[in-house]
């Protein structure tokens, strides 16, 4: 199978499903598909659409089938793959991990438009201002918070679901937002965002990106270069 991603330092919808894949040890080939300008004769457009209609990073490739969008691709390798337990084996367990994975697919606008993914970068200092200025964002961190610290609890860790799951892989880009931007979160919740942090695919990953050296101004409201 193939993955096509976007950069590591920014793609935060690419990160989840090349951590699952990598954690679990699911085989692939990564294809690169950097950013750019995004602009009509963008390469990275020209070069995603002859791989998905849909338009955007990551697709899952097998063979010559395309999978788009990070939840489409988490059920397929969890269809694919049952041996990989990718979900809670549980009944409750898997919807609950299925819940709060659509939840964050679909929701947490604020701490995402405001808390962009930048894993080369340390901003502490926008994180207190923006935390001090957008109650939405704050909102979104502290639902965030409640729904770690209530599986962490239930589960009794080390990831949510006690093993590594989907919902871990979900969360990762979350993890990061709040290590750049030094968001404030209870011990038991930073404890889980140091092991996600120790995870070797998460490690992997955050290697690679901090060797990038692209410069996307899109995915860079705080910072006019690097």
């Not at 990598?22 to 602009?39: H, K, N, S, Y």
């Not at 919740?189 to 996600?196: C, E, K, N, Q, T």
Request: charged share 20%; with cysteine; net charge negative.
């Amino acid at each position: 199978m193939q993955l096509a991603i976007g950069n590591k330092n920014y793609s935060s919808w690419s990160m989840r499903p090349w951590v699952l894949m990598r954690q679990a040890g699911i085989p692939f080939e990564e294809v690169m598909l950097r950013f750019d300008a995004f602009t009509p004769d963008s390469a990275f457009k020209a070069a995603l659409a002859r791989l998905s209609p849909a338009g955007k990073v990551p697709v899952l490739l097998d063979g010559d089938f395309a999978v788009w969008d990070t939840l489409a691709i988490a059920e397929y390798l969890a269809e694919k793959f049952p041996e990989k337990a990718l979900w809670p084996a549980n009944v409750h367990a898997r919807a609950r991990a299925r819940s709060v994975c659509a939840e964050m697919h679909s929701g947490f606008g604020a701490l995402r438009s405001n808390f962009p993914m930048n894993i080369e970068a340390s901003l502490p200092e926008v994180g207190r201002q923006l935390l001090a200025e957008q109650p939405a964002a704050r909102d979104d961190l502290a639902r965030i918070v409640a729904i770690w610290t209530e599986l962490l609890e239930q589960h009794g860790g080390p990831m949510l679901f006690g093993a590594f799951s989907i919902a871990d892989a979900y969360f990762a880009p979350v993890v990061m937002r709040i290590v750049g931007y030094a968001l404030p979160v209870p011990p038991a919740v930073a404890a889980y965002v140091a092991r996600v942090q120790a995870l070797p695919s998460v490690a992997a990953w955050c290697q690679e990106a901090r060797t990038e050296h692209d410069f996307v101004p899109f995915d860079e409201p705080y910072r006019t270069s690097r």
